[in-house]
């Protein structure tokens, strides 16, 4: 019994859809400080350094006073920029990462919205994160903004090309487009290790879809001063980054569904189901973030040339070949 008994079967799921997706929007906020504490942690301590450790215990709240800091900082607009987009661009960078969330399985029966074309809904957001940059780009009218805002939309669509085929391969494995059945199809094994190609590739195109170190050339300090984001001060320049973050929490939430079995993960004695199923679904996405991490503070920045060389005779090759191979594959399992 409930507090909505009396009300219709459309207001009850209303309800809790729209509860499900405040609790997911405030855990992916809740979540950013402690991101953005790990970025530095891990940064310092691949370079041998203690990295923030003043404010608060293990500089936990350091993302709080650089908060406060960014706050007090001079807003300054440029006079020439077209200030509704120059203003509106930062803002609507929350609205892909949020979206996706919602067709994204966090445990059994704990998902937003159980589309049957779920995964459809998330390469329609990973195409419309690049409009944001496009837009601070010219928006500033700054030429070394427009050039990073340019960059990032060639580099954008040459690596969703690639990864979108990697999704096409995990939907003719599963036979569906839903992000639940996927997740189901991988109870025994994840697509990992039966689709090591796709997984490979997505990673990759993953890193350079959300802009992340080598692939990070649309705001290229030494060739562009900053590049999209150059025009941006206080907390406009804040956003962009915080939006960055939370494209990576998603993006990594999607590569946990599509290739490392979801919510599936060892039974745990003594401790509900969905519970387990929810740790594990985190365990494996803070992993993938760990690895968004470590690879900026690793591997060099490419060159553009060889950012572009890589993935259109490389990853892009390679995905349909791996496609064509999945069709086969999935044919003749069909019809033995």
């Known amino acids: 019994m409930t507090f909505l008994d009396g009300f219709s079967p459309t207001v009850q799921h209303w309800f809790w859809t729209s509860l499900t997706m405040i609790a997911i929007v405030g855990g992916m906020l809740g979540v950013l400080p402690v991101v953005i504490w790990g970025e530095r942690k891990v940064a310092a301590h691949i370079q041998f350094r203690p990295g923030p450790n003043r404010i608060g215990p293990f500089g936990l709240l350091q993302p709080l006073a650089d908060v406060v800091k960014l706050f007090f900082k001079e807003d300054i607009t440029p006079t020439e920029a077209h200030k509704t987009l120059y203003l509106l661009a930062p803002l609507i960078s929350f609205i892909p ?13 704990v998902i937003v919205s159980d589309l049957n074309v779920g995964i459809l809904v998330f390469l329609a957001m990973s195409s419309l994160s690049v409009y ?6 010219w928006a500033s009218n700054n030429k070394y903004s427009l050039m990073g805002a340019l960059r990032s939309s060639a580099q954008m669509i040459s690596y969703e090309l690639s990864m979108g085929l990697t999704v096409v391969a995990v939907v003719l494995a599963t036979g569906s487009l839903s992000t639940v059945a996927i997740v189901g199809a991988q109870s025994h094994f994840w697509y990992a290790f039966t689709q090591p ?31 999209y984001h150059t025009e941006y001060s206080s907390m406009k320049f804040a956003i962009f980054f915080m939006a960055e973050y939370m494209n990576m929490i998603a993006i990594s939430a999607i590569c946990t569904t599509l290739f490392l079995g979801g919510w599936h993960g ?46 259109w005779k490389v990853l892009l090759p390679l995905s349909l070949l791996n496609v064509v191979v999945t069709a086969f594959a999935r044919y003749w399992v069909l019809n033995r």
């Open 97 to 109: 990462s949020f979206v996706t969330f919602a067709v994204v399985p966090v445990g059994p029966n």
């Open 132 to 137: 944001t940059i496009v837009l601070a780009g």
């Open 197 to 227: 190609i796709a997984f490979l590739i997505f990673v990759i195109a993953m890193l350079a879809e959300t802009n992340r170190a080598p692939f990070d050339l649309p705001e290229a300090e030494a060739e562009l001063v900053a590049g």
């Open 266 to 311: 060892p039974v745990v004695p003594f401790v509900p189901e969905a519970l387990t199923a929810i740790v594990w679904f985190t365990g494996k996405v803070t992993a993938l973030m760990f690895f968004f991490l470590w690879v900026r503070w690793t591997f060099p920045r490419l060159r553009y040339d060889q950012l572009m060389a890589f993935g």
